[in-house]
């Protein structure tokens, strides 16, 4: 394995923090390889047969693939420059389905799919909303995405967030005839460029990473204000160097815990959760070369805690791999289990 000086000198920076276990495991297998440039994964847990799971992957030049577990491809959307992807249950014309939403960097834009319980895809009606007009004299440049719920009303949001700082949370609505509509319900504002977003449904908050900054915690719900919360910040234990990239959430049995894409050290920070308290990263995991490549420069990735197939019984981790075999970009798979014993967390 190749270790760069860059590299080894921002780990070597990490000494001057708290001391962190650093682990490594290795991916169960991985998808297909993009031409393009892969982004960001999104898990859909099949509700009756968990081998029918499926991991969406956005490619930023081209469009959104949909991949079995596996990684071989089970369709393609080509709706162009599509970054962020995430999944929420929804109600659509009395039918209980999920939908799959994103932003398209083009057109500073969201668009949409529908996945059903069969698992079926196909892009929503209306698939695209354009955003901008709505946002305050000076946003631009669409770029960072998640989805939302909250269990006590089912009110679904769909959020994106722009280079300019703004982050727009829109509600998504059931228009009736099959067709959704998104209504804007407030912008917060972070000072540099964010990135990677998750929103907590269980606990009502939502987690913002400014890249080369900190990662904020957000009221999740409009009406419970917009004072921000500091997580983290760059530089510290598992942030020493930038970028603060991907984030989602792990929420099973064996705890709850926020995953974050330490993008300069090609590493994952872990940080175990519970209610309002700061979380302190727990350690530090690697994606290691094993029956497939390593992992590096990873920008999104996503969790499950369900179990999803015989390889994956507490849960998988979905991760965008930067530096793929013969020059191309993919993503990779990893059993959750896998880091929870690495680190030690039960």
Not at 34 to 44: E, L, N, R, S, V
Not at 203 to 232: K, Q
Request: charged share 25%; with cysteine; hydrophobic share 40%.
């Amino acid at each position: 394995m190749k270790i760069n000086l860059t590299l080894a000198a921002a780990l070597m920076a990490t000494s001057a923090f708290a001391e962190v276990p650093v682990v490594q495991v290795t991916a169960v297998t991985e998808s297909m390889p993009i031409i393009g440039d892969a982004d960001d994964p999104a898990i859909w847990v099949h509700p009756t047969d968990p081998e029918a799971s499926i991991v969406l992957g956005t490619d930023k030049y081209n469009g959104l693939h949909a991949f079995d577990l596996n990684g071989e491809e089970l369709a393609f959307f080509g709706d162009g420059a599509v970054n962020n992807v995430d999944i929420r249950e929804f109600s659509l014309n009395g039918e209980q389905v999920w939908l799959a939403s994103a932003t398209e960097r083009d057109a500073d834009g969201i668009v949409f799919y529908v996945i059903r319980q069969d698992g079926s895809i196909e892009r929503a009606d209306p698939n695209y909303f354009d955003v901008l007009p709505d946002m305050p004299e000076g946003t631009k440049k669409i770029y960072g995405h998640a989805m939302g719920r909250d269990p006590a009303t089912g009110r679904v949001w769909a959020l994106a967030n722009f280079k300019t700082g703004h982050i727009a949370q829109y509600e998504v609505i059931d228009a009736g005839d099959g067709k959704i509509d998104i209504v804007l319900a407030r912008v917060l504002k972070v000072e540099t460029q964010p990135e990677g977003m998750v929103f907590d449904d269980k606990e009502g908050h939502l987690y913002v990473g400014e890249e080369d900054v900190a990662i904020w915690r957000f009221p999740g719900l409009p009406e419970a204000g917009d004072d921000a919360t500091e997580i983290t910040r760059i530089p510290s234990d598992c942030f020493p160097r930038d970028d603060i990239e991907g984030i989602t959430l792990y929420d099973g049995a064996e705890g709850r815990y926020l995953v974050a894409s330490s993008q300069g050290i090609h590493r994952y920070g872990i940080f175990p959760l519970k209610g309002d308290d700061i979380p302190a990263c727990a350690g530090l995991v690697e994606i290691a070369a094993g029956d497939v490549d390593g992992v590096s420069e990873t920008d999104g990735l996503d969790v499950v805690a369900l179990p999803v197939g015989a390889n994956y019984p507490r849960g998988m981790l979905a991760v965008m791999d930067d530096q793929n075999e013969e020059f191309t970009t993919n993503f990779k798979f990893v059993s959750f289990g896998d880091v929870l014993d690495a680190l030690n967390l039960k």
